[in-house]
């Protein structure tokens, strides 16, 4: 594998990681920007108009036209929230042209494809286009809406909203309905612009083979864009809350989802993982063993840590009755590890859990894109080794210290309207 | 033991073939380049298959829904630790899952594939259950299915499935229901066990950053020779007929989701890797975004990007669905009908056919990318009674007069069934 990155213009970082094992190549471009109530519709919006029609290809219909003729090439947008940020993301991916049938040039098409939807979108007067804005808008909408439809995912959303409450992270990085449906084609225009202008962007390439075309492609078209990248905070620990807070919504469901967040104030990030892991990342962690395994009150019960943050969320789905014993348990899982009651065996299987996971980083094209784009929000590239040994050196003290350093901040509860199972 | 190397002309990949002594079938597909490793062992058994016998039983055996699953959770309890504790050693993750016609348990990893595999084989091959832990198991299970029951697509999913289906235990759930599952106990696990766990009924598969000769050396040390003991799965008779067109359920939910299927006669073997195959390029055509009837209901606001396909079949169940989120799902249901006649009266353009060829033959190249996919797509294979990589040979024999002889004759109205989860309005 070849790893380079450049600077291709001031605050836009391009890495191609050529990699022969591969059948097909994958483009991405990630736009970094502040999350914000207000912008966070918007910005989706404008992501998302770019990768339906372009100026080329002004139709969805002419638009996945000529993708499935490119062998059923991927173009699509995303976005997701890391701590305070808003990440949107272009990305594209192709067959190699070693394996067209016909000796089709795939990958010089995408990159004109690619380079019009980023830089030539379908824009008249000012504004993006009618009729594709309003199936674009929709489609926000119907999303947004839909979050319910995934109950674990709406209780960890509204748990998030909980904990961050008055923090650019309380917000969806979809945004709200409202500002989703406030939002026009003229405004969403000016999101575009600005995004193009002010966010912080990393673009990434993977392939079999090195392609000079796509540094060329990116070079030009940000050619003509005027900077000003503003400046973005990738890590902003949220503040423990003076006391608990309790928040119960009741829905029609039969299971009960619950979300607890606790909160650190420690920076040592390879020691909260480790704790992480052992109380309940994995299938011989804590909560694991004991809230599932041992008392049979769940059927997952685990957690995941928000280092950007310095917030850890605990989840699970459980019976109404169950509610303060699986809330006691956790509690006492986590004080087990605050007083030292986890064994080298504990740690050594966590090291090795987080060690076979850095090691199959680079099997997947997603996987290197992730961890490069990763190591550019932590502002240093360090190799998977490094990172490794990192995880090693955590002694148990340091274990025992991080987890001393979470507190109880918020709990969100998802009740269902009566207990039938109970 | 027979070896044989399976390659594909049009990608370069290969693999080799092993019939093992003990019974057991073998894939192997050494991946340069890759890092990790992943392994399935898998038996032939589902969610489906409650109704057997073995040449040795004079009646056939029938077993509570959801047993097959439950036997999953179980087997990763040995007599002695739990299997997760034995890979935490390894830092391979474990995992297994539970379909309608199979039982696979995985590792991946990235270092110590051979203790790994030794594991995997090991605990397998060595059940042990007890009358408490069975029960202790029902409470982690019945909150699984508490789990599913609030998941709307799988509802909307198996309320079609018990439409379309009069017999054919495909309409029941994977986990069985909470009173399906307190019927189990350690003797029947034992007895499914024993019967669908015979290695001749069993397949594994590794991929990745392997030496085919250290996996088979390992195999020699851990498999047990089974003898086989012809082992007859029977299903309910079932007719081609539906047994409802339509079922409606509101739940708390935020977008309304539907599930449109068409029952279709069931295959197996080469003849279901054709047809599977002609159902995906019908799929295709049937929801390209570039067609007349997308681009209305699209403008419309009737079906969103969400809008899309599935081919769902295995043994005696063979349907095409499509599915997503609408307000409005007896227009989609209405507009599939008349799209699929209109295919009928004025054919299928060449031009449309090729694209869509050329797109499953891309997302069958870009599988092998992937370590899990290829290990997958053996197993998969096996399963189904095929060669790996034979699916880009069918692909490539297609033609469009294939897809408009599936579409006449299983795309039928008369076996359409719809099934809707509504949004609740306050």
């Known amino acids: 594998m070849k790893y380079n990155r450049t600077e291709i213009s001031d605050g836009i970082g391009f890495s191609t990681i050529i990699d022969e094992k591969f059948k097909s190549c994958l483009l991405t471009v990630k736009f970094i920007?502040?999350?914000?109530?207000?912008?966070?519709?918007?910005?989706v919006l404008a992501i998302s108009a770019l990768t339906d029609t372009s100026s080329d290809y002004n139709t969805i219909a002419a638009m996945s036209e000529i993708l499935t003729e490119l062998y059923g090439a991927g173009l699509s947008s995303s976005a997701r929230k890391r701590g305070d940020l808003q990440i949107l993301s272009v990305n594209s991916s192709w067959l190699a042209d070693k394996y067209a049938l016909d000796g089709e040039d795939i990958s010089g098409e995408m990159l004109r494809i690619f380079s019009g939807c980023l830089f030539r979108p379908n824009v008249i007067n000012g504004e993006f286009e009618a009729e594709s804005f309003k199936i674009n808008k929709m489609e926000l909408i119907d999303r947004i809406d839909a979050e319910l439809n995934n109950?674990?995912?709406?209780?960890?959303?509204?748990?998030?909203?909980?904990?961050?409450?008055?923090?650019?992270?309380?917000?969806?990085?979809?945004?709200?309905?409202?500002?989703?449906?406030?939002?026009?084609?003229?405004?969403?225009?000016?999101a575009y612009k600005r995004i193009l202008s002010t966010s912080q962007i990393e673009a990434f390439f993977v392939a079999p083979t090195d392609d000079p075309a796509v540094e060329k492609m990116l070079r030009d078209g940000f050619s003509a864009v005027s900077r000003k990248p503003e400046i973005c905070t990738f890590k902003s620990p949220s503040p423990l809350k003076n006391e608990l807070m309790d928040v119960e919504e009741e829905f029609d469901v039969l299971q009960c989802q619950m979300v607890m967040?606790?909160?650190?104030?420690?920076?040592?990030?390879?020691?909260?993982?480790?704790?992480?892991?052992?109380?309940?990342?994995?299938?011989?962690?804590?909560?694991?063993?004991?809230?599932?395994?041992k008392l049979s009150l769940c059927y997952y019960c685990s957690c995941q840590l928000s280092l950007t943050k310095n917030t850890l969320f605990v989840d699970c789905g459980i019976k109404r009755s169950n509610i303060e014993k699986t809330k006691a348990e956790i509690n006492r899982q986590i004080n087990e590890i605050k007083n030292g009651n986890f064994s080298d065996e504990d740690i050594r299987s966590a090291v090795l859990f987080i060690q076979n996971s850095i090691e199959q980083i680079g099997d997947t094209m997603s996987s290197y894109t992730g961890w490069y784009f990763e190591r550019f929000c932590d502002g240093k590239i360090i190799t998977a080794e490094e990172m490794t040994e990192a995880f090693k050196n955590v002694t148990k003290k340091r274990i025992i210290a991080a987890a001393k350093s979470f507190s109880i901040d918020s709990i969100y509860i998802m009740l269902n309207k009566e207990d039938n199972n109970s | 033991?027979?070896?044989?190397?399976?390659?594909?002309?049009?990608?370069?990949?290969?693999?080799?073939?092993?019939?093992?002594?003990?019974?057991?079938?073998?894939?192997?597909?050494?991946?340069?380049?890759?890092?990790?490793?992943?392994?399935?062992?898998?038996?032939?058994?589902?969610?489906?298959?409650?109704?057997?016998?073995?040449?040795?039983?004079?009646?056939?055996?029938?077993?509570?829904?959801?047993?097959?699953?439950?036997?999953?959770?179980?087997l990763f309890e040995n007599e002695d630790c739990q299997v997760f504790d034995l890979y935490a050693k390894t830092g391979a993750s474990g995992n297994a899952f539970t379909s309608f016609d199979k039982t696979c348990y995985i590792f991946s990893s990235s270092g110590n594939y051979q203790e790994n595999l030794r594991i995997l084989l090991d605990f397998v091959q060595k059940p042990y259950f007890t009358q408490e832990s069975v029960e202790k198991e029902v409470g982690i299970i019945g909150q699984e299915i508490q789990m599913t029951n609030d998941n709307p697509e799988w509802r909307v999913f198996f309320n079609m499935l018990k439409c379309m289906y009069h017999s054919h235990p495909v309409k029941t759930d994977i986990a069985g229901t909470l009173e399906s599952i307190e019927k189990?106990?350690?003797?029947?696990?034992?007895?499914?066990?024993?019967?669908?766990?015979?290695?001749?009924?069993?397949?594994?598969?590794?991929?990745?950053?392997?030496?085919?000769?250290?996996?088979?050396?390992?195999?020699?040390?851990?498999?047990?020779?089974?003898?086989?003991?012809?082992?007859?799965?029977v299903f309910p008779d079932e007719?081609?007929?539906?047994?409802?067109?339509?079922?409606?359920?509101?739940?708390?939910?935020?977008?309304?989701?539907?599930?449109?299927?068409?029952?279709?006669t069931p295959c197996s073997g080469n003849d279901k890797t054709r047809r599977t195959t002609a159902a995906a390029i019908a799929g295709e055509l049937l929801t390209d975004p570039s067609s007349e009837m997308y681009v209305r209901l699209m403008n419309d606001g009737i079906i969103n990007s969400t809008f899309g396909y599935e081919v769902f079949c295995g043994d005696g169940y063979f349907t095409v669905i499509f599915s997503g989120e609408s307000e409005s799902p007896d227009i989609v249901k209405e507009n599939i009908v008349k799209e699929a006649e209109r295919m009928l009266r004025d054919g299928i353009p060449e031009k449309d056919f090729r694209r869509f060829k050329k797109t499953l033959y891309a997302s069958l190249v870009r599988e092998l990318n992937n370590v899990e996919v290829v290990a997958n797509v053996m197993l998969n294979a096996h399963m189904d009674g095929i060669r790996p990589f034979d699916s880009i040979d069918v692909l490539s024999e297609l033609t469009s007069s294939d897809v408009l002889d599936f579409i006449r004759s299983e795309l039928n109205s008369d076996r359409l069934v719809l099934s809707v989860v509504e949004r609740k309005v306050d």
């Not at chain 1, 920007?33 to 910005?43: H, I, P, V, W």
């Not at chain 2, 392994?39 to 009646?59: I, P, Q, W």
């Open chain 2, 1 to 74: 033991m027979n070896k044989e190397l399976i390659s594909s002309e049009r990608t370069g990949e290969c693999c080799i073939h092993v019939k093992h002594k003990s019974g057991l079938d073998i894939y192997i597909c050494e991946m340069n380049g890759f890092s990790s490793v992943e392994a399935l062992f898998g038996t032939k058994y589902g969610s489906v298959n409650n109704l057997f016998r073995t040449a040795g039983d004079s009646e056939f055996t029938s077993v509570p829904e959801g047993i097959a699953h439950f036997l999953e959770h179980k």
């Open chain 1, 261 to 293: 967040a606790f909160k650190s104030d420690s920076d040592d990030i390879y020691a909260m993982r480790m704790m992480s892991l052992i109380l309940g990342e994995t299938p011989v962690s804590k909560l694991f063993a004991n809230v599932r395994e």
């Open chain 1, 33 to 43: 920007t502040k999350l914000d109530r207000s912008t966070a519709a918007e910005n």
């Open chain 2, 239 to 264: 007719p081609l007929s539906i047994v409802s067109p339509e079922f409606r359920e509101i739940q708390n939910i935020g977008a309304s989701i539907f599930s449109l299927g068409y029952k279709c």
């Open chain 1, 151 to 190: 109950k674990s995912g709406y209780a960890l959303s509204r748990a998030q909203e909980v904990a961050f409450c008055g923090e650019p992270a309380e917000n969806s990085c979809y945004g709200f309905r409202d500002t989703a449906e406030a939002a026009d084609a003229a405004s969403v225009y000016a």
């Open chain 2, 184 to 233: 189990i106990s350690a003797e029947l696990l034992y007895k499914c066990y024993d019967t669908f766990y015979n290695l001749n009924n069993m397949v594994l598969s590794i991929a990745g950053n392997i030496k085919a000769d250290e996996v088979l050396a390992i195999c020699d040390e851990m498999l047990r020779p089974c003898e086989d003991k012809g082992l007859e799965c």
